[in-house]
Structures are given as C-alpha cells and as structure tokens.
C-alpha cells in the first residue's frame, strides 16, 4: 500500500467522523471561556468605555497592559485558578481521549454524544494506565534528548559569532520535535491497540512495541510527513490572520472566525493522524 | 613648572647655608608637589593587553590638580574591577540579594581584580604604605576594595598639584559587568585606578562599585597608549595619533588622545571591521531645519550650525551588513542631539559593536560608546537604533553634562531616556516591539503595534512610582528593576510631562540652557531645578517635589458617570415663601439649556483622584465633555480633593467624556480610565475577549494532544 493510501484512508476516516472535532472543540471552549472568565471582566470593566473613534495616547494594545499592570494584584490568584483548571481539564481530555479513539476507530462511522461519552468513560482507566506507563519512556526522551543535544552545546558554547548559538538552538528545537514524535507515535500506536484488539494495557504495549520494532523508521517517517503538512498549513493560517485588520467589525469578526476554523483544522490534523496511523496498522500488522 | 622658590639676594655665608638648608628641606618635602594645572586631572598611561591571561599590565603619571580652597590630605581611588574580586565585594554582596533580575552573578573562575604594584610621588617618595581599602557607603563593607585611600606626606595646598607615578596589573573579569573578555576579544573599561572626584568642603566624592550604579569622575586630559598582539583591531576614546607596529615582538601600539572626557575605555578583538565615515552637517541639516529650531529656540541659524564630525566603528564581521544601519542611527543622533542641545564638541565619534559574549553592549564612555546587535535583525524593530541613539546620547547626558550617576542616576539616564524617544520619534517614528525566538525575529509572524518608545516608557514605569522617589542613591533602590524603571523611564516620563506642560518653545530653551550652561561641569537636580524655573518663569518646585523627591502615583480619573431623564414633575410640598436664590447664584457647575417641553438629560460626571500625588497650585486638570448633538463642555479641576463631581443638564445625552484630554500628565499611571464613552466600543472588546479565548483554546488543545 502507497502513501497516498494511507492518506487517503485516514481522511476519510476523519472527515467521515468530523463530528468528534465539532464535540471537543465544544467542550474544550466551554473550559477555556471559564478559565478568562476572570480577565476578560477584568478588561471589559476596565476598557469597556473607550471607543475606537477617540485619540487615545497609546495604542489600545497598551491599553490593556496597562490595565493588566494596575491589576497585578490579580495574577496570583488567577495563576491558582488557571492551574486548578488546567489539572482538571487533564482528567477530562483522557476522557475526551477515550471518546476520539473509541469513535475514531469504530467500525461504523455512526456518532453523536452518547456514543462518543460512552466510549470516553469506556477507556479513561486504560488511557490513564497507559499514560501512567509512558512516564518512563519520557524520561527516556528527555535523557535521548540531552544526549543528542550536547554535541549541539558544545558546539555554541565555543562559538565566536551568534551563528552556532541560532543554528544550535534551532536544531535543538526540531531534536526535540523529532524525538517527541517517535515517542508520542508509541502512546497513539499502544490506544489503537487497545480500542481495535480490545487489548489490555500491558499487552498493548508489548505488541506496539514489537510493531515499531520492524516498522519504526517508515512510521515515523509517515508521522513526520503527515506532521509537516500540519505544521505548514497552520503557518500559512497565521500568516493570512496576520493581515485581516482588526479595526473596524467585518475584520475583528472575520478574525474570529478564522480562529475558530483554525481550531477546528487542528482538530480534524489529530483525528487525521489517528486515521492515518490506524490505516497503516493495520495494513502492516500481520507482518509482524 | 613647579613651585619652588627662586632667591635672588645675595646672602652671607651663615644665612646663606641656613637658607640652603631650609630650601632643601622645603625642596626635599614639597617636590612632589606642583602648581595646579587649569584642569583637575591629566593621565599618561601606557598599558600592554596580554590576551592568553587575560591580564593587562600599565604604568604612567596621573597629575592630580587641588582646584578647591581646601588642603587636601589623601587621594582617593577607585579600583573598580575588585568589585569582581571575590563574593564579598559590596557589588557581589548587592548582587546576591537581587531575586527578580540577576545582572550579576559570580562565576567561578572568572573574577578580575585591579592591582596597584608601585605608586609613589614624581620623586620617588613611596604612598603605599599609607593605603588602605575604604567603604564610603552605607552600610561599611571592610571586605570591600573598589576605594582606595592614599595618605599625601602633607595636605595639598589649594592650587598644587600632585603627579603620581604608578604602575598596576589587571585580570580582566570574564564575567563583569560593562567590562569583560571572551575567547581574544575585549572589552576594557575602568581599568586604570581613577580618583574620585574632590568637592570642596565636603571632600572626596568616591562611591564603592556598586551593581545599581554607574559613575563619577573629573574632567581630564588622556594620554594612553596601547600595546596589543598585531592581530587585534583596537578601538578607544579619543583620537589615534600614532600606531606602531612591531615586528620583532608581532606587537602594535597605539597612542590615542583626547581632552575634557572623565573616563577612558578601549577595546580590541580580532573580529572586528573598522569603518570610518563623517558626519556632514552640510547634507545632513538642511537650512530650513536649522531656521525652525533656531527660531525654537530663538537663536540664529548661525549659533547652532553642526561641525562635521568622523565616525569610526568597529563592528563584528558577523554583523558587517548592518553597517548602514548604525551609521543612520549615528547620524541622526549626531543631528539631532547637536540641533536641539548644542553641537558634539569632540572631533570623533568610537561606535562599537561589542566584541561577542563580553557583557559589555549598551554602554556609554565620552568619545565612544557600544551598542549590541543581532546576526537575524528585523526591519521594523528599531534595534540595534535605540541603543545607538541612546548611548550616543550619554556623549550629551553623562559625557559633556556631568553629573553624579551614583547620586542623581537620573540627571543622565532619565534625561537622555526622554531624548533617545526624541530622536527616534523624529527620525523614525514609531516601531514595533520586537518578538524573537532562538534568535529568530518573528514580527513577520506576530504582528506587534507600532508604538513610541515613550508610550513603552510611561507604561512600565508606572507601577514602581511608589517604590522609590526618582532622585535617591542609586544603591539605595529597592532593587535594580525599581532602580531602572524609576531612573530611566519613570524620569523620562516625568519630563515628557513636563514637556507638554510649559510648551515645546519653552521646554526646548530649558533643556538647551542647561545643557549649555552645564557642558564641562557637575550639576545637581538644583541647577536643573532652577533653570526650568528661570527659563519658564514658573515655580516649578512642588512637581519635583511630588515626582522626583517623593515616592507617590499620579493617577487622576473618571470615577463614574450617571445620565438619567429629569423628571418633569418633582414630589413633596411646594410652596411659595420666597427665598434669596437668584437664577445667578445657581452652581456655576450646573449647566442648563432648557427649552420649553423637551426632554433633559442630567449628566453627572465623578472624577477621582486615586493616586497619591496631587497638582501643585494654580495647576489645573481639564475634562472635555461631548455631547451627541456635538457641543462640548470643558471643566478644570485643580485636584485637591479625592473627588469632585460636575454635573450638565442638556436636551440630549452625554456621547463621551474626557479627562486631560490635551494629553498633558502622561506620568498618569493609568490614562485608561481617563476616558469614559457611554457606549463604548463594543468591536475593540469582543475581539480582545476572542483573541484571549484562542489562546486558551490553543493551549488546552495543546495540552488535549500531549496527554
Ligand atoms: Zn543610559
């Protein structure tokens, strides 16, 4: 089977499935309205009577640091807040989780809450082990990571010109996007097993394991690949919200929306990856 | 020449052998004293960089002259780099205790030192045995040796002078502050033992280095020569006169002089490029600008033309494409600076790019300065141009105007903030805040707004107005960002104010008189004080006194705003006794154009005063009222009070309400709430409201991806 295959299976599974996205990106922005609840009244109180026709004295980009500034007796608390929120939310996206490779990988693509709940509450102890189970192969990330990235020191710890500093850190950067991508392609691999094989934990984990034992480097490089696209088109996103003008209502509205869509775009790239990563599975599987 | 008595008569033999005795003694005592030269000081220095360790090795004379009315007993000295010495250096100790920003922190391995290894008087007599190491300042730190402090054999008479012979060796700290080397490239400031300055009646004025301070010196005539390894190019203050090479020991050395600087700094690297341009006033002034600001500043043309001057820098190869971009920045500071202030009084102009990772951009010595840059630089950011301008600046502020940075830090670093945002407002307009990564400019990516460095300025200086007051030692700050906020920007803010309050004419004769009359000397916030004062004639004393000696907030605002319909029938029991009332006597605050049958709004507008510093007397704040048929209403307050509220009735409602509306008391820290419009705009804020809700949406899918 081609690339183009596996592609095109993942696409359609995902936007056959696209209601999952449409499900997260609700939930995930009821949380994130609660969690600015509190700046965005503080704001609204504070520059909610300034209007756009006035000649203020700074920028209103200003505006809202300065009144961030004059409340900084806030930020502590909001710090609290935000972290209390953030925590709770990781409960909650395991679930999500559940429900986006429960759905994801059924075999009809029927979906609506009840289903996608179901599957959540289905996986969230098997998704919360496997997590648990994957700490340590992030710690071996992290020790890979510095390994690979001292050369890279050394290298900008000697230099004489900014040059190996830039170069180096960069690198870095993209080391560390690769290897994260090796080790997250192991955790999505080990829940598919889990959904599909109707595995538990541990074996999913061996036989994911052994898959990527012979089919790593094609894997990954089907990850980077599918990575890469993502990554290039959420920059040309940000590029083409960079000129939509936010001064008059059709531009901030437009923004808006853009936003939104973004988001959504982001959400479809995961359950693509899901499909994409499925497709490839379970093609090559028997080979093992 | 030198003050030993000539005798003409012829004595008898007696007389004459006790005359000779006498005359020897006095001789013998007082040959290492001279006449007072017309400047307190003069150095002659030769000084050799030995790179592989690090070390510089010099000696010379430094004539020190007695200017004052006082016998003065001792030099003192400062020997800067032993504040990199050891952890207890009154530097190292201020350093620990900094939590938010750490400038400084000791690196094992890396500390510098200054030693003196002879000092004596022209003739041999030897002062070290009466030196020891002193800590001016509070509190006392014996562990301390940035001051040292040399008995004379006796008090120098007022108008003598006293030449010292010294030799010194200096580990350069690798890790310094404004000082430093990195692999063969150098930076090389406060290097030679450099006394302090001698005030009259009050003795010397030497500070310990502390890490909240810069410096204070005389005004002096430098000789130095340089000798470093062939292959290094050397930049310092002042003028080259002589460079000879030597090829037996692969040396060079290079003279360098220059008059009336108070400090002395060179650098040397094997990387960098030197460029060497002039300034020509002839194509960078034009006569129509030299007609309007001489008419500012009611001058002729002729009184403020420019002489040319030659620019020399030494940038990094790395950097070598951004040439032009300093020479611009240079040149428009050159203009602008000589044009409002006066013209650059020195032939050249050393603009450095600092050598790599020696800790030592940003930084102003007379006659040269460094600047700092980046290999990746973004059009739109004005960087490396606000550092150019502005240490190009301290030639003016710190250089020529001479004030102790130790004591009145914002004399020079205040009034040099505000100038820098003068020049680049003038000669660039307004820039974008920059947004890097790994060294990457991203504004491409992440539009920022193009602001004023003054707009910046005013914003983050706000919250340290009730830190510290402006004008206090620099080590007494609360800590270094309460030192910088308060110094640089607070300050700043303060004279944009200013500014704006006595008129641009006004404004600009005051700062050209101070500058002028201060060139070449040592003033105090009193002589600016009294110049704005004369200059203005306005009594101007309670606004230093509330901004600049006190530690309050300024915050005037709209507190609240009511608009209700006014009732047409009023309840209760009415009836008709006369009273006094006459329609004049109405509060002169009520304002009513009633018409016969039609509605009217009653608009009550609260202003507060939040902040703790107030308006001086006869000083007003005005608030601009608009209505929605277009009329305007204007009130003054004077501002005493807590809060003072203004009430309109009108046949329509209030649209919007401005306090200060001229923009004048930008040292507001919070001009947001001098605007209130009854309906504000809701567009600015629902796309606020959805640009926060994207960045928490993308943060928590972000965190929904990794789990
Ligand atoms: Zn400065």
Redesign the interface.
């Known amino acids: 089977m081609s690339l183009g295959n596996y592609l095109e299976a993942g696409l359609n599974r995902a936007l056959s499935r696209f209601k999952i996205a449409l499900y997260l990106w609700l939930i995930i922005s009821v949380v994130a309205l609660i969690a600015i609840t509190p700046i965005g009244s503080l704001v609204r109180s504070n520059l909610g009577h300034l209007t756009l026709s006035q000649d203020l004295s700074m920028p209103f980009e200003l505006n809202i640091v300065e009144v961030l500034i004059s409340n900084q007796n806030i930020f502590a608390p909001y710090t609290v807040f935000l972290i209390a929120i953030v925590l709770i939310s990781m409960l909650l996206f395991i679930f999500l989780k559940g429900g986006l490779f429960g759905r994801m990988l059924n075999q009809d693509n029927r979906i609506n809450i009840s289903n996608f709940l179901a599957d959540g509450s289905r996986y969230f102890w098997k998704f919360l082990l496997s997590l648990i189970i994957f700490l340590p192969f992030l710690f071996i990330f992290f020790l890979l990571f510095r390994l690979l990235a001292a050369p890279l020191e050394a290298w900008s710890d000697g230099a004489v010109t900014e040059w190996p500093v830039i170069i180096s850190a960069n690198l870095k950067l993209l080391l560390f996007v690769l290897l994260l991508a090796a080790f997250k392609l192991l955790l999505d691999l080990v829940r598919i097993i889990i959904v599909t094989e109707s595995k538990k934990v541990w074996p999913a984990y061996c036989l994911a394991i052994k898959f990527l034992s012979r089919h790593f480097f094609s894997f990954w490089g089907l990850y980077l690949l599918l990575g890469l696209v993502v990554a290039l088109i959420c920059l040309g996103w940000l590029l083409v919200g960079q000129q939509i003008s936010s001064n008059h209502l059709a531009g901030i509205l437009i923004s808006i929306i853009l936003a939104q869509a973004f988001l959504m775009f982001r959400l479809l790239a995961r359950q693509l990856f899901i499909g994409v990563e499925f497709s490839y599975y379970s093609k090559r599987k028997d080979k093992v | 020449m030198d003050g030993r008595i000539v005798l003409k008569k012829k004595p008898d033999t007696l007389k004459a052998v006790l005359l000779m005795f006498w005359f020897i003694c006095l001789v013998f005592l007082k040959s290492w004293a001279g006449q007072a030269e017309d400047k307190p000081l003069r150095y002659d220095l030769e000084v050799e960089l030995l790179p592989e360790v690090r070390m510089i090795q010099a000696r010379g004379t430094i004539v020190w002259s007695n200017l004052s009315q006082d016998y003065v007993p001792d030099i003192q000295l400062h020997l800067y780099w032993n504040a990199f010495k050891n952890e207890l250096s009154t530097m190292a100790k201020e350093a620990r205790r900094e939590t938010m920003y750490k400038r400084y922190q000791v690196r094992k391995d890396d500390w510098g030192y200054l030693k003196i290894t002879s000092l004596t008087t022209v003739d041999g007599y030897d002062l070290m045995p009466t030196a020891a190491f002193i800590s001016p300042d509070e509190p006392p730190n014996p562990d301390d040796q940035t001051v040292l402090k040399v008995d004379l054999p006796e008090p120098l008479a007022p108008g003598q002078s006293i030449i010292l012979k010294l030799q010194f060796q200096a580990k350069v700290p690798q890790n310094g502050i404004r000082v430093g080397c990195?692999?063969d490239?150098f930076f090389i400031s406060q290097w030679f033992p450099k006394p302090g300055v001698y005030e009259e009646g009050k003795g010397w004025n030497c500070h310990q280095y502390h890490l909240n301070s810069e410096f204070f010196a005389d005004f002096a005539d430098f000789k130095v020569r340089i000798t470093v390894p062939q292959n290094l190019v050397v930049g310092a203050c002042g003028e080259e006169i002589e460079r000879i090479d030597d090829p037996v020991t692969g040396k060079t050395t290079y003279t360098f002089e220059q008059q009336d600087i108070h400090d002395f700094a060179w650098t040397a690297s094997p990387?960098f490029i030197k460029i060497e341009r002039w300034f020509r006033a002839e194509d960078q002034v034009s006569p129509e600008e030299y007609q309007t600001i001489a008419e500012l500043l009611e001058l002729t043309p002729e009184e403020i033309k420019l002489p040319d001057v030659r620019m020399i820098l030494l940038i990094?190869?790395?950097h070598q494409h951004q040439a032009e971009r300093h020479f611009k920045a240079l040149m428009a500071a050159i203009k602008y600076y000589g044009l409002w202030y006066g013209p650059y009084p020195y032939r050249t102009i050393t603009m450095v790019d600092p050598p790599?990772r020696t800790g030592s951009g940003g930084m102003e010595y007379p006659t040269l300065f460094t600047a700092g840059t980046?290999?990746?630089l973004d059009k739109k950011v004005l960087s490396p141009e606000q550092v150019i301008v502005h240490e190009f600046g301290h030639n003016y502020w710190y250089g020529l105007v001479a004030n102790n940075e130790f004591e009145e830090a914002w004399l020079d670093e205040g009034i040099n903030t505000y100038s820098t945002a003068k020049v680049l407002e003038a000669a660039y307009g307004p820039s974008c805040l920059p947004v890097r990564f790994?060294?990457?400019p991203l504004n491409w990516?992440?539009?920022?707004?193009?602001?004023y460095d003054w707009?910046?300025g005013r914003?983050?200086s706000?919250?340290v107005a009730k830190l510290d007051p402006i004008v206090k030692e620099s080590w007494k700050f609360y800590n270094s960002v309460s030192y910088s906020l308060n110094v640089y920007y607070r300050a700043a803010t303060c004279l944009q104010t200013l500014e704006r309050y006595l008129g641009e004419k006004s404004w600009a004769k005051i700062m050209r008189t101070y500058h002028m009359r201060y060139r070449f000397k040592h003033p105090t916030i009193e002589d600016f004080i009294q110049v704005v004062k004369e200059v203005s004639a306005k009594d101007l004393n309670w606004f230093f006194k509330e901004f600049f000696f006190k530690a309050k907030d300024f915050d005037y605002a709209i507190g609240a705003v009511e608009t209700r319909i006014k009732p047409e029938k009023f309840l209760g029991i009415f009836d008709d006794l006369p009273t006094k009332h006459s329609p004049q006597t109405k509060t002169n605050q009520d304002e009513t154009t009633e018409k016969a049958g039609e509605k009217i709004y009653q608009t009550s507008v609260t202003l507060r005063r939040y902040g703790q510093a107030r308006l001086g007397p006869e000083v007003t704040i005005k608030l601009k009222v608009e209505f929605e048929d277009g009329s305007l209403e204007w009130r003054e307050w004077d501002g005493q009070s807590r809060w003072v509220r203004f009430n309109f009735e009108k046949p329509v409602k209030m649209r919007?309400a401005?306090l200060d509306p001229e923009?004048i008391w930008?040292v507001d820290?919070?001009?947001?709430?001098n605007?209130?419009?009854?309906?504000?705009?809701r567009?600015?804020?629902?796309?606020?409201?959805?640009?926060?809700?994207?960045l928490?949406?993308?943060l928590?899918?972000s965190?929904?991806?990794?789990?």
Do not use: C, H
């Open positions: 990195y692999k490239g990387r990094e190869k790395q790599f980046s290999v990746i790994n060294g990457l990516l992440l539009k920022t707004p193009a602001i707009q910046l914003l983050i706000g919250p919007q401005v923009a930008l820290t919070n001009l947001s709430n605007y209130y419009a009854l309906k504000g705009s567009e600015k804020i629902s796309g606020l409201t959805g640009d926060f809700l994207w928490m949406q993308s928590l899918l965190v929904f991806n990794l789990l």
